[in-house]
């Protein structure tokens, strides 16, 4: 293992991924400053199993972290640190906010039990499982929590964690070891939010800033329009008896999407309240989840705070969303719009639905979220003839049902990203969390909009790694304050 046997330069700073560089998956990242070593995120890959799903683990000797810091509960950036706790030679702090802590507890507890459902029948499970219910247990126990806009240190590293938008919870922290300040941005958004605040800048300046590259140098519709969109594209649908498919990731922007069409439902009675065209909001953790929105609703913006204090009831309190555990109680007559996890239709209850509803002409297959590369997801929006049965690989299944995209994944694009870029004033910028070519054209836009200070002592500075590739910056004489 070619990584751990060099130590940076003692001036310079080392970063380097062992997941989510040049991809959108398996999020890990490695900083090493001054003899401290942090890891920001521990997600899996959602097009990948078992051990496969992982960062590169085996490249780094993780008994010399000193400290991990995960920015949010999405699968992508959490999901495998149990694995890294219990099942590798770990030693370090762990912290979280604690909106992500509680849900972190629920999804995972979900996430384990999905990943070995999608085991074939008389397969031994137990090799393709990452960890079991006791390491997720244990884990949970180990993990810190911190508040926002507070400071901690751990062994000499300083962090503070920042509003980031994107799903409760949601934190950028920015770093600061021997005097050199590093911002991680984790997945962020900047556009105003039906529950959310939106991502701040933090009030000291940094030296580097690690910045998702989701959307790469793609620009969104203004919110409403997407509202209007999303929810005249639903009314069609339905009244001409079809139903709607929405899968989303079982927290986070799915209740987003809740308050829009619940709102909808409200205003648009006579037509579609009363039962006659029911919202479902199918998920094993709809319940938990819910009640965990409930709970936070004091870490919202001040918007859904003075409703929820204007009417005395809580806003994820749905009058028009009903929720299914299964698909046992589901009564299939008419038209209907069911919000299902996972998100990207990899298996469980979304990937069910599918099935079963794509065969008819008449029905809608709605993604809002960022689908990955490899899931059924991303297959589906190139509009194939026919998808594979996740149950049966041999089987297709014919695919008339109408597929549409809009995007409430909550990630800036590029005005928003650039925008907030030049607040932050780094003059080295890492980009993460990308495919290659939106990232590439991320990192050209930039480099030009950048250009006048180039060869000036301000000169901007911009990376666009690969996994396990080394980025060494260095930092003479700075000032410790
Ligand atoms: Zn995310």
Redesign the pocket.
């Given at each position: 293992t070619q990584l751990e046997n060099e130590v940076p330069d003692k001036d310079h700073l080392r970063f380097f991924s062992l997941g989510g560089s040049n991809e959108v998956g398996r999020s890990c990242h490695i900083l090493q400053y001054k003899g401290k070593t942090l890891m920001l995120d521990a997600g899996i890959h959602p097009a990948h199993q078992g051990l496969a799903s992982l960062p590169y683990y085996d490249e780094f000797d993780l008994s010399t972290i000193d400290l991990l810091l995960i920015s949010?509960f999405?699968l992508?950036?959490a999901a495998s640190l149990p694995y890294v706790m219990q099942r590798t030679n770990f030693r370090g702090r762990v912290f979280m906010t604690h909106p992500t802590k509680a849900i972190y507890r629920w999804l995972l507890n979900d996430f384990v039990k999905v990943t070995s459902i999608g085991d074939s029948p008389g397969q031994d499970s137990s090799n393709d499982n990452l960890y079991s219910d006791e390491d997720l247990a244990e884990s949970f126990d180990r993990i810190e929590t911190i508040d926002y806009h507070s400071t901690m240190e751990v062994n000499g590293i300083k962090f503070t964690a920042f509003h980031a938008g994107?799903?409760l919870g949601a934190a950028m922290f920015q770093i600061e070891i021997a005097g050199v300040r590093v911002l991680f941005t984790g997945?962020y958004s900047r556009e105003v939010d039906r529950h959310l605040n939106s991502a701040e800048v933090p009030p000291q300046s940094s030296d580097v800033i690690i910045v998702e590259s989701t959307f790469g140098t793609a620009t969104h519709e203004p919110r409403q329009n997407r509202e209007r969109k999303l929810t005249q594209l639903i009314h069609t649908v339905v009244s001409k008896g079809g139903r709607v498919l929405l899968p989303v990731f079982a927290l986070g922007r799915a209740q987003e999407i809740m308050l829009i069409l619940d709102e909808y439902w409200q205003n648009h009675k006579e037509e579609l309240g009363n039962g006659q065209v029911p919202i479902f909001y199918a998920s094993n953790l709809a319940k938990k989840c819910m009640s965990v929105f409930q709970t936070y609703v004091n870490m919202m913006n001040d918007d859904i705070r003075k409703k929820f204090k204007d009417s005395q009831t809580n806003p994820f309190i749905f009058k028009n969303i009903s929720y299914l555990k299964n698909l046992d109680e589901f009564e299939d007559f008419g038209p209907s719009v069911m919000l299902a996890s996972p998100g990207m239709l990899q298996n469980g209850l979304s990937r069910d639905i599918l099935e079963k509803w794509c065969p008819e002409e008449k029905n809608l297959v709605l993604v809002t979220g960022y689908s990955v590369e490899g899931t059924m997801a991303k297959y589906l929006l190139l509009e194939p003839e026919a998808i594979p049965s996740v149950h049966n690989p041999e089987i297709t299944i014919p695919r008339r049902c109408q597929v549409d995209e809009i995007t409430f994944a909550a990630h800036v694009d590029f005005r928003e990203n650039l925008e907030f870029i030049e607040l932050i004033g780094a003059s080295n910028i890492i980009l993460v969390h990308g495919e290659s070519n939106p990232m590439g054209r991320l990192k050209s836009a930039l480099l030009s909009n950048f250009s006048s200070l180039k060869d000036t002592e301000n000169e901007v500075h911009v990376f666009n790694p690969r996994n396990c590739v080394f980025v060494d910056i260095e930092f003479k004489d700075v000032k410790v304050a």
């Open positions: 949010h999405h992508d950036h994107h799903v997945d």
